[in-house]
């Protein structure tokens, strides 16, 4: 019986340890100053507290999304070409979090 218990108790922390990690998400759409989106971009998630990255490209409707994220703080920068280089954060993310983040890009020489 106690063997029981102490599966029934492992199994129980493996799912709590499991919930509460890399279940958030960061996610928007890139547009130019006059409103149209902007196909290409590289999207770059940065953990504050671990440096891990997450990188993305932006579809034909200027969206994209960093999934699986850990709770934390996180730093966005955006890139494409002929605009300006962008830079949001700390944007703080909880469990369970979806962060909708709309940006738009100036036009200028791209880095």
Same mark, same amino acid.
């Given at each position: 019986? +106690?063997?029981?218990?102490?599966?029934?108790?492992? #199994?129980?922390?493996?799912?709590? %340890?499991?919930?509460?990690?890399?279940?958030?998400?960061?996610?928007?759409?890139?547009?130019? %100053?006059? /409103?149209?989106?902007?196909?290409? #971009?590289?999207?770059?998630?940065? &953990? !504050?507290?671990? /440096? #891990? #990255? @997450?990188?993305?490209?932006?579809? !034909?409707? /200027?969206?994209?999304? %960093? =999934?699986?994220? %850990? *709770? =934390?703080?996180?730093?966005?920068?955006?890139?494409?070409?002929?605009?300006?280089?962008? +830079?949001? $954060? *700390?944007?703080?993310?909880?469990? $369970? @979090?979806?962060?909708?983040? !709309?940006? =738009?890009?100036?036009? /200028?020489?791209? &880095?």
């Amino acid at each position: 019986m +106690l063997k029981f218990k102490l599966l029934i108790l492992s #199994a129980l922390l493996v799912l709590q %340890a499991t919930a509460q990690g890399g279940s958030s998400t960061i996610s928007g759409t890139i547009k130019d %100053a006059t /409103g149209s989106v902007v196909p290409g #971009a590289r999207v770059r998630v940065t &953990s !504050d507290q671990t /440096g #891990a #990255a @997450q990188s993305t490209i932006t579809n !034909d409707t /200027g969206v994209f999304r %960093a =999934g699986s994220l %850990a *709770p =934390g703080s996180y730093r966005v920068e955006v890139e494409a070409e002929g605009f300006q280089k962008l +830079l949001r $954060g *700390p944007l703080t993310v909880e469990v $369970g @979090q979806v962060i909708a983040l !709309d940006l =738009g890009l100036e036009l /200028g020489k791209s &880095s």
